[in-house]
């Protein structure tokens, strides 16, 4: 069973950064995107940042210029770097996987909090 493991996540004091990582074990096979979602409390689930099968990137315009979403190959992990962090990122952060055929996978998230 493939596996999705986020890390990276932590403290941070506003306009710091954090460069988010997501790990693969097992073998994901028909990727449609690979993404970042996250969830504050009592907040629904929201995108992030998706990188398309295509390479097409796509950002939530509330993350838009502070946060680049890229994929290193050679070590088959999914990275989100963050820049210029606000308190109201603060979220649990999780790793998705969109597949053509069948269902996606999602990692078990990893804690950002902004602040002060």
């Known amino acids: 069973q493939a596996q999705l493991v986020e890390s990276g996540g932590g403290l941070v004091q506003p306009g710091g950064s954090l460069r988010l990582s997501c790990a693969g074990s097992?073998?994901?096979?028909?990727?449609?995107?690979m993404g970042w979602y996250r969830q504050a409390p009592g907040k629904q689930r929201d995108m992030v940042a998706v990188?398309?099968?295509?390479?097409?990137?796509t950002y939530a315009d509330s993350m838009k210029g502070r946060v680049t979403i890229s994929r290193d190959n050679t070590t088959n992990t999914l990275v989100l770097q963050m820049n210029s962090l606000k308190p109201d990122d603060t979220a649990v952060y999780y790793c998705?996987?969109?597949?053509?055929?069948?269902?996606?996978?999602w990692g078990q998230g990893t804690q950002v909090t902004v602040s002060s």
């Open positions: 998705h996987v969109r597949r053509i055929w069948g269902s996606p996978y």
């Open positions: 097992g073998s994901i096979t028909d990727i449609e995107s």
């Open positions: 990188l398309s099968r295509d390479g097409t990137t």
